[in-house]
């Protein structure tokens, strides 16, 4: 039999990663699909499967909502029928909400105090006692480190 999906708790969690979730239902596995579909038909699949019991009633998966916009989703097995909504799918049961606000960059003034240069040819890294480098830390961002030239 398909995988069928009867409950999910919590219902509510903000948008973010390493949340998760315990999905009650029947046929569940590792391999059962998660989706979440919005009202306007977008789907994101944002679990890993963490652990299932050996009945195949209750799945637990850690979620990765960071890129899932806040809404109420539906959640689904992966299946799909037209017209939708499928009649074993969860209708509004899982909602994100807005995560928490990135914290601000931190402005780090860097002043080289000597030049640095290779032993041979042209120097590899040169720094000048009138340059200056600001250093931005963006805890957020995947590029944690920026450099502007002033």
Not at 50 to 55: E, F, G, I, K, R
């Amino acid at each position: 039999a398909p995988p069928v999906y009867k409950s999910i708790t919590p219902a509510s969690q903000p948008a973010g990663p390493g949340h998760t979730v315990v999905l009650t239902g029947t046929g569940l596995n590792f391999k059962t699909p998660f989706d979440l579909v919005a009202a306007n038909g977008s789907q994101y699949s944002p679990a890993v499967p963490v652990s299932v019991n050996t009945a195949g009633t209750r799945l637990i998966l850690r979620l990765d909502t960071s890129q899932v916009p806040p809404g109420s989703y539906d959640v689904t097995t992966g299946d799909s029928c037209s017209p939708g909504p499928c009649p074993d799918w969860l209708i509004n049961a899982y909602k994100v909400t807005a995560g928490p606000k990135p914290p601000p960059a931190t402005r780090f003034p860097f002043t080289p105090a000597a030049s640095l240069s290779g032993s041979a040819g042209p120097p590899a890294c040169s720094w000048l006692p009138h340059q200056l480098d600001i250093w931005w830390y963006r805890p957020s961002s995947p590029y944690q480190w920026l450099s502007t030239r002033v």
